[in-house]
């Protein structure tokens, strides 16, 4: 199990609004996959902003460039 103890909004790592956390559990065995920060409505309200913000330059961005950060999450980087 991991504990993602920060989310990744704007392009930097915070911990957020609140030090509530949730569990991400597999469905088929109920295991604990991993606890991540549960983001309030302030942090949603920052990560849609910094989305709306970024939007312009990432349509016109080659979607090689785009993938590039999903790549990373896939190995242990949070994105949010």
């Known amino acids: 199990k991991t504990v993602m ?3 990744l909004i704007d392009g930097r ?3 957020g609004k609140s030090s ?5 559990r597999k469905p ?4 604990v996959l991993d ?3 549960r983001g309030t ?7 849609v902003a910094a989305a709306k913000a970024a939007f312009g330059v990432w349509r ?3 979607v090689g460039e785009r993938t590039d950060p999903i790549i990373d999450n896939g190995r242990g980087q949070a994105i949010c």
Not at 20 to 24: A, D, L, Q, Y
Not at 28 to 31: G, K, L, M, V
Not at 41 to 47: F, K, L, P, Y
């Open 28 to 31: 088929a065995t109920e295991d």
């Open 13 to 15: 790592f915070i911990s």
């Open 5 to 7: 103890r920060e989310m």
């Open 35 to 37: 606890v991540v920060p």
């Open 41 to 47: 409505a302030e942090d949603v309200n920052a990560a």
């Open 20 to 24: 509530k956390t949730i569990e991400v």
């Open 60 to 62: 016109r961005m080659p």
